[in-house]
């Protein structure tokens, strides 16, 4: 079992920056690919970006390419989303969550490959 628990959300306005965290616990965090996933309300939990177990690989949604960062600290047992130039359409509810496989060293960006879920962080982004 393992716990994940974001933080950071809050109401920025259009160009700001966001940064947040996954403070994880329960499991061997630094063995298993993590992710960033959101969704709005009728829609689908869209990928954001995933950080291999490692941290050396990344992958990142082509709608957030360039503007977030995707990080973690193993030894911390935390995950974080660097969030900059964000825009009215960035407006969700940020998950982060764990993959099922240990060392796998795919990145996946389905939400169906990720075991462990966090409650969810509220980020709104005025225009």
């Known amino acids: 079992q393992v716990q994940l628990a974001e933080s950071g959300g809050g109401l920025v306005q259009a160009g700001g920056s966001l940064r947040l965290s996954c403070a994880a616990s329960?499991?061997?965090?630094?063995?298993?690919?993590m992710g960033w996933f959101r969704q709005t309300p009728g829609k689908d939990r869209e990928f954001v970006a995933a950080i291999s177990w490692g941290g050396r690989r990344t992958a990142y949604a082509d709608s957030v390419k360039g503007r977030f960062a995707i990080s973690r600290d193993n030894a911390k047992e935390t995950l974080s989303l660097q969030m900059n130039s964000l825009k009215p359409e960035d407006t969700a509810v940020y998950y982060c969550?764990?993959?099922?496989?240990?060392?796998?060293?795919?990145?996946?960006?389905?939400?169906?490959?990720?075991?462990?879920w966090g409650q969810g962080s509220q980020v709104t982004v005025s225009s």
């Open positions: 329960g499991r061997t965090f630094g063995s298993h690919a």
């Open positions: 969550a764990s993959s099922w496989t240990r060392l796998d060293s795919t990145l996946y960006r389905e939400s169906v490959s990720y075991r462990y």
